[in-house]
């Protein structure tokens, strides 16, 4: 037997891309030389996966999946749209997301080592399908939602298949309320989530650093109006408060009637059932959100593919 271990099988893989069956025969024929199996891979085509990593991956598509008083929203990027509609692809974040509801905390790294269904781990099978698919592809990020009493609502908008798609929300409603009352609330605020883009569940939740940028670009504002300062102060707390309401899911008005604050919906809706709400969380993932796209030149593409 060739003297190589496990870890020099995931160097190798790392090195190349290449699936774990095709690593360790590359190994066995290279009696355990790292370099020597690169190179074998190199030459049978099998050493994809590395060249295709620094290709930016924002398409893709966002899996949502709930189980009970529990739910989970996965990423999964793709270099193209095209590879989003592919059935191999749209099956591996329908299991990565299976996965990562059965996972106690939201971390991406644990869920890329965690067991896949069909054998090997989460970044095993995603390794496969980068050789296979022929697109850098990567599991970016996941949002776990869950209640003690009460239900987990999903919405998926923009749906390519069920449970995955462009834009993901979950509601958690904590209450003990009917079943039905609870997912009629949950998929209206489900769906406001997805047009209305809050950044947060309420103003104490929303980034510092958001909430700086808006102050300071408040302060020229106020500045450039060249009244007085302490009226510059009330004008920038001002503007301040009211990006905070507009951004924060609790307080923004609800999209279906353009009046009532979301969290006088949920009240209401407490009353009407007759057992108090409480909207306790939610995910809104959208795909690609935050993610720079390279800007390519067409022309110099396909002039770059003729001269090989």
């Known amino acids: 037997m060739a003297d190589f ?11 190349t891309g290449a699936g774990m069956m095709d690593a360790k025969k590359a190994l ?24 295709k990593s620094s290709r930016t991956a924002a398409e893709g598509l966002v899996g949502v999946a709930v189980s009970g008083t529990k739910g989970v929203a996965v990423e999964v990027n793709s270099e193209t749209d095209f590879v989003a509609k ?17 996972m106690g905390a939201d971390d991406v790294e644990a869920l890329k080592g965690a067991t896949y269904p069909d054998g090997g781990t989460v970044t095993d099978k995603l390794t496969d399908n980068i050789a296979t698919i022929g697109e850098n592809q990567q599991v970016r990020r ?3 939602v869950s209640v003690e009493k009460g239900a987990v609502v999903s919405y998926m908008h923009t749906a390519a298949a069920d449970g995955l ?28 989530a997805a047009a209305a883009f809050p950044q947060a569940l309420d103003a104490d939740g929303l980034d510092p650093e958001l909430l700086d940028r808006e102050r ?4 020229e504002k106020a500045a450039e109006s060249g009244k007085p300062e302490n009226v ?11 990006f905070a309401k507009e951004n924060a899911l609790l307080s923004q008005i609800f999209v279906m009637d353009n009046k009532t604050p979301i969290a006088e919906v949920v009240a209401q809706a407490g009353k009407e059932a007759g057992s108090e709400i409480v909207l306790k969380d939610y995910v809104r993932f959208q795909l690609g959100e935050g993610i720079e796209k390279e800007e390519e030149d067409f022309a110099a593409e396909v002039a770059a593919a003729v001269k090989g």
């Open 28 to 51: 066995t024929e290279a009696n355990g030389d790292i370099e020597a199996a690169v190179d074998a891979l190199r030459a049978k085509g099998l050493a994809t996966a590395q060249k």
């Open 232 to 242: 510059q102060e009330k004008m920038v707390e001002g503007a301040v408060k009211k």
């Open 216 to 219: 300071k670009i408040a302060a």
């Open 86 to 102: 592919n059935d191999k692809f749209q099956d591996f974040v329908r299991k990565t997301t299976d996965v990562a509801l059965t």
């Open 142 to 144: 996941m949002k776990t």
């Open 165 to 192: 798609g462009k834009i993901g929300v979950l509601i958690a409603l904590e209450s003990e309320a009917p079943a039905d009352a609870l997912a009629a609330l949950g998929r209206n605020l489900a769906m406001h």
């Open 5 to 15: 271990t496990v870890a020099d099988v995931k160097t190798l893989r790392e090195k």
